[in-house]
């Protein structure tokens, strides 16, 4: 008799412990399937959802380097900010030096090919727009071709006499008037007055460009 209660009951313990790892076992698996489909839900929102920036290039058909000093006047969160800049494009990179009305360096950015390199040098609160203010630059001074050579998926251009206008996925992102105060035509946009309004962020640049070289 208590032969046979022990039988009964190794059997009812081995049959449970089947079903234990059983369920375990089914719970990995349901958990593992959730953990891949995650990974391809994420891949597929990456290409759905493209980056909200420019992908910012070097690349130009121009040969000669340019040099030039501006003068900004940048508005922004209802405040007003002038700012000292100096950009310099050569065939292979171009780098954008910002610095305050004092004239101390608040931050550097470098593009090479599609590679940027910012450092921050001191606190402003431009600095929270840098990302759109590189791209200020690249839409303002960078031909028409260049640009849509390096245009990327849902970003577009259209360019009238001394107007500009970028669009993302559509919406109007940017427009530039160039050498707004009269409607002289310009010799080169490196040597000109333009403004700039940014409708994402809604920051307004005025920007006076001399080349120094």
């Given amino acids: 008799m208590n032969l046979y209660r022990k039988m009964k009951y190794f059997l009812s313990v081995l049959l449970l412990s089947k079903r234990f790892f059983?369920?375990?076992?089914?719970?990995?698996?349901c958990l593992t399937i959730l953990y891949l489909l995650s990974i391809v839900i994420s891949l597929?929102?990456?290409?759905?959802?493209?980056?909200?920036h420019f992908p910012l290039s070097s690349a130009t058909s121009e040969?000669?380097?340019q040099v030039a000093q501006q003068q900004w006047q940048l508005s922004y969160d209802k405040e007003q900010y002038s700012l000292q800049v100096v950009v310099e494009r050569t065939p292979t990179h171009w780098q954008w030096i910002m610095l305050n009305n004092l004239g101390q360096r608040l931050a550097t950015a470098t593009v090479t090919g599609s590679h940027i390199k910012i450092?921050?040098?001191?606190s402003h609160p431009a600095n929270s727009l840098i990302p759109e203010l590189l791209e200020?630059?690249?839409f303002s001074y960078w031909s028409l071709t260049d640009l849509q050579k390096m245009e990327s998926l849902n970003w577009s251009f259209q360019e009238r006499t001394g107007h500009r206008d970028i669009y993302f996925s559509g919406i109007l992102r940017a427009a530039i008037d160039y050498n707004a105060e009269n409607g002289n035509k310009i010799e080169s946009v490196w040597q000109s007055h333009l403004?700039?309004?940014?409708k994402k962020s809604n920051f307004h640049l005025v920007i006076e460009s001399q080349l120094l070289n």
């Fill in 195 to 198: 403004t700039y309004d940014n």
């Fill in 63 to 65: 040969t000669q380097t």
């Fill in 22 to 29: 059983t369920k375990l076992f089914s719970i990995k698996l």
């Fill in 44 to 52: 597929s929102a990456c290409s759905i959802f493209p980056s909200k």
């Fill in 136 to 138: 200020a630059v690249q």
């Fill in 119 to 122: 450092e921050q040098q001191q």
